[in-house]
């Protein structure tokens, strides 16, 4: 089965900048859909941003012009580079990927733990 390995939260003053990273490994699997939701107390988890295949990237309106995703095809893996660090971004951020596996044949959702961002002075 895939799983997810987050990487790279912490403590950072607003106006900094930080990045995570997050790795897919298992065996017999094609990645669709690959990027990150946050989750802040007492709030819903959200999207913050999902790079596709084909290299197109969507973001939360948020962070649109703030933060930017990225991935490692060869790596299977998938960065938040997070610049103009606010207070609201401090949340739970969760690795999320759509892959598709080959044995047992099926689609699925995979999550990884969280790494949590702190976002203050």
């Known amino acids: 089965q895939v799983q997810?390995?987050?990487?790279?939260?912490?403590?950072?003053q607003p106006g900094g900048s930080l990045r995570?990273?997050?790795?897919?490994?298992?065996?017999?699997?094609?990645?669709?859909?690959?990027?990150?939701y946050r989750q802040a107390p007492g709030k819903q988890r959200e999207l913050v941003a999902v790079c596709t295949n084909d290299g197109s990237?969507?973001?939360?309106?948020?962070?649109?012009?703030?933060?930017?995703?990225?991935?490692?095809?060869?790596?299977n893996t998938v960065y938040l580079q997070m610049t103009s660090l606010?207070?609201?971004?401090?949340a739970v951020y969760?690795?999320?990927?759509?892959?598709?596996?080959?044995?047992p044949t099926r689609f699925r959702e995979v999550w990884g733990q969280g790494t949590l961002v702190?976002?203050?002075?």
Do not use: Q
Request: aromatic content about 12%; proline content about 2%.
């Open 86 to 90: 606010i207070p609201e971004d401090a």
């Open 57 to 75: 990237a969507s973001y939360a309106d948020s962070v649109r012009g703030r933060f930017t995703v990225s991935r490692d095809n060869a790596k």
């Open 20 to 36: 995570l990273s997050c790795a897919a490994s298992g065996s017999s699997f094609r990645i669709n859909r690959m990027g990150w």
């Open 118 to 121: 702190t976002v203050s002075s």
């Open 94 to 103: 969760y690795c999320y990927t759509h892959v598709f596996e080959y044995a």
């Open 4 to 12: 997810l390995a987050e990487s790279g939260g912490g403590l950072v």
